[in-house]
């Protein structure tokens, strides 16, 4: 199972970027694909996960202002993020749930600059 990320990059305070993942591979059942971010040092965190059945999770630092959306038959998920803050630079990557094992794609990184 492979997971390609893209769409990470610098933008200033209030603007917007969106990231996309796409699912590739032998890949049984998937439960959910999402988002995380980690920071240097930290462990990583849900920033908006999305199940097949719609069902949306979101950090609630991002409420209001991240919307995760996918599509099961591409197998691609989706996160815009709109009015993004300084604090929300990180390194994000793409996971995907399958059973009991998860997948992750290589990290995106987010700069917002103040």
């Known amino acids: 199972v492979q997971l390609q990320a893209s769409g990470g990059g610098l933008v200033q305070a209030g603007g917007s970027l969106r990231l996309s993942c796409a699912a590739s591979?032998?890949?049984?059942?998937?439960?959910?694909m999402g988002w995380y971010r980690q920071a240097p040092g930290k462990q990583r965190e849900l920033v908006a996960r999305?199940?097949?059945?719609?069902?949306?999770n979101y950090a609630d630092s991002v409420k209001g202002r991240f919307t995760i959306s996918s599509d099961n038959a591409k197998r691609t998920v989706t996160l815009q993020m709109n009015s993004l803050k300084p604090e929300d630079t990180d390194v994000y990557y793409c996971?995907?749930?399958?059973?009991?094992?998860?997948?992750w794609g290589q990290g995106t990184l987010v700069t917002v600059s103040s």
């Open positions: 996971g995907l749930r399958s059973g009991p094992y998860d997948y």
């Open positions: 591979g032998r890949i049984f059942r998937t439960s959910n």
């Open positions: 999305i199940s097949t059945a719609g069902t949306t």
